[in-house]
């Protein structure tokens, strides 16, 4: 007869136990009558039009399965980007096919490396996996190809890279990236995590399209919640080598994307004039933003995504700033859990928001004791 005392329970496997769930930014404020929300780095332009069209048709279908494969818009993004369809796996949001990477690659006794404010889920999937995170340092908060390399041993089983990074909005060109494929060894899986590829314009930057397309160990992934607007509907895809996809393909649910993403995101793709309106706002507002701010007497760190990062001269003060902007319903995003205490991140927005954003900063270092600058 089995015996049960009370004090039984089901225990997660070591390691689950050692991860810190992931923290999303603040969406509102208690004390505002009209909510600006600057800390997820969302589109402030919304979905295509087209998009949303096409997800509003999908409510004749609800009661039928999605297509597994997601064959059509493989097809769309293969089109879109001239890629092989057969290689690209789909995935709801660019996090699931992450920790599908970490869950297919890592196990109990092998090590995954992410830098030293790379995006917090790589620490989470690679513990999930059994695995044992690896911090590899940066150089003026941005990626260091030579940091990573020494990080490097016969554990590594997979290294994940945020190019551009999110919070910090640096990146690599892509020589540097080249050069880190080039040294790793053939096993080890290099992800390059390029959710906000579309907003850099740069001459020197590639998400990663050429390493995908040639190398046996590279994978590229992509979102729809960024440029495309459609992070609500949790939408992502990767470009791999042929084992790697087979390997995905493998454990991924069988019906993983539903079929009013997978329409939305075949319509957002099409939709090339609200792409280039969105990619011309953010280098409008980008740049304005970068100045204003850097006027007042505040510290930014060049970005080439759509938002940017604020160094305030200390923890103390980045958290009164914070309650001050919030309490004007200006929500940003705190980054202590990035290493970054004595900073905020800031979405871009609409022109009205990035606006009253600047005034709320000044207000601030007004009663602060006057600007910096």
């Not at 048709?57 to 064959?71: H, M, S, T």
């Not at 290294?159 to 892509?174: C, E, H, M, R």
């Not at 990619?279 to 006027?295: F, G, K, M, V």
Request: with cysteine; net charge negative.
């Amino acid at each position: 007869m089995n015996s049960f005392d009370g004090r039984e329970r089901p225990r997660p496997r070591t390691g689950v136990l050692a991860i810190d769930p992931y923290r999303p930014g603040k969406s509102g404020s208690t004390s505002a009558s009209r909510i600006y929300k600057l800390s997820s780095n969302e589109t402030p332009l919304g979905a295509s039009p087209r998009a949303q069209a096409a997800f509003q048709k999908v409510a004749e279908r609800l009661a039928l399965y999605p297509d597994g494969g997601a064959a059509a818009l493989r097809e769309a993004i293969g089109a879109r980007y001239g890629l092989d369809p057969a290689r690209i796996v789909c995935g709801a949001g660019s996090d699931e096919l992450i920790s599908f990477l970490a869950h297919a690659f890592v196990g109990p006794g092998d090590e995954g490396i992410s830098t030293r404010h790379g995006f917090s889920i790589y620490r989470i999937v690679i513990l999930a996996a059994g695995g044992t995170p690896v911090v590899a340092d940066e150089t003026n908060l941005t990626a260091d190809v030579d940091a990573i390399l020494a990080k490097v041993t016969e554990k590594t089983k997979i290294i994940f890279l945020a190019n551009p990074n999110n919070p910090t909005g640096t990146y690599l060109p892509f020589g540097e990236i080249k050069r880190l494929a080039a040294a790793l060894p053939p096993h080890i899986v290099l992800v390059l995590d390029a959710a906000y590829a579309e907003y850099v314009t740069r001459n020197d930057y590639s998400p990663g399209f050429e390493l995908a397309l040639t190398s046996e160990n590279v994978v590229m992934t992509r979102t729809f919640s960024k440029i495309y607007g459609l992070a609500g509907l949790r939408l992502g895809w990767c470009y791999a080598p042929a084992a790697i996809c087979d390997a995905l393909n493998r454990i991924r649910g069988p019906f993983n994307i539903s079929t009013g993403a997978m329409e939305a995101g075949i319509a957002a793709l099409q939709d090339i004039e609200h792409i280039d309106t969105s990619i011309a706002h953010n280098e409008t507002w980008l740049a304005w933003l970068t100045q204003e701010i850097t006027r007042l007497g505040i510290e930014v760190t060049p970005s080439v995504g759509n938002f940017l990062l604020m160094h305030f001269k200390d923890s103390a003060e980045a958290r009164a700033a914070d309650a001050f902007l919030t309490q004007r319903g200006l929500i940003l995003r705190a980054v202590d859990v990035y290493e970054l205490p004595q900073c905020l991140r800031l979405s871009v927005g609409t022109e009205e928001a990035n606006r009253l954003v600047v005034a709320a900063l000044a207000e601030f270092l007004k009663s602060e004791g006057g600007p910096r600058g």
